[in-house]
């Protein structure tokens, strides 16, 4: 059974920088394809960023492009989301989540594919 558990979230104002990380234990995190969702309250969850097993072909949300950055490191099974000129409309729980199968053709964003999940930490952006 693969545990995620995320951390680094918190209150910053507009404008800021906040890293989460995700760290997985069990299971066997280099084959897996890792996103991070969030949700605001009264919304879905939405994809925010994913990233390949193999660290390569990161995917952002056009709301994210140019201000998040995923990435991981497979050798200490962490997931990083980078997230720099934050926006208040960016406040919301970040998750991680991880698709223990993968496919070769496309990158799944819906978080239906996505077969683990942390406990979410959250993100407060004051204007």
């Known amino acids: 059974q693969v545990q995620l558990v995320e951390s680094g979230g918190g209150l910053v104002q507009a404008g800021g920088s906040l890293m989460l990380s995700c760290a997985a234990s069990?299971?066997?995190?280099?084959?897996?394809?890792m996103g991070w969702f969030r949700q605001a309250p009264g919304n879905e969850r939405e994809f925010v960023a994913g990233?390949?097993?193999?660290?390569?072909?990161?995917h952002y949300a056009d709301s994210v492009k140019g201000r998040f950055t995923i990435s991981r490191d497979n050798a200490k099974k962490t997931v990083f989301l980078q997230m720099n000129n934050l926006k208040p409309e960016d406040t919301a729980v970040y998750y991680c989540?991880?698709?223990?199968?993968?496919?070769?053709?496309?990158?799944?964003?819906?978080?239906?594919?996505?077969?683990?999940w942390g406990q979410g930490t959250q993100v407060t952006v004051s204007s």
């Open positions: 069990g299971g066997t995190f280099s084959r897996y394809d």
């Open positions: 989540a991880a698709d223990e199968h993968p496919v070769a053709w496309i990158f799944r964003i819906a978080s239906k594919y996505y077969d683990y």
């Open positions: 990233i390949r097993w193999s660290g390569g072909s990161p």
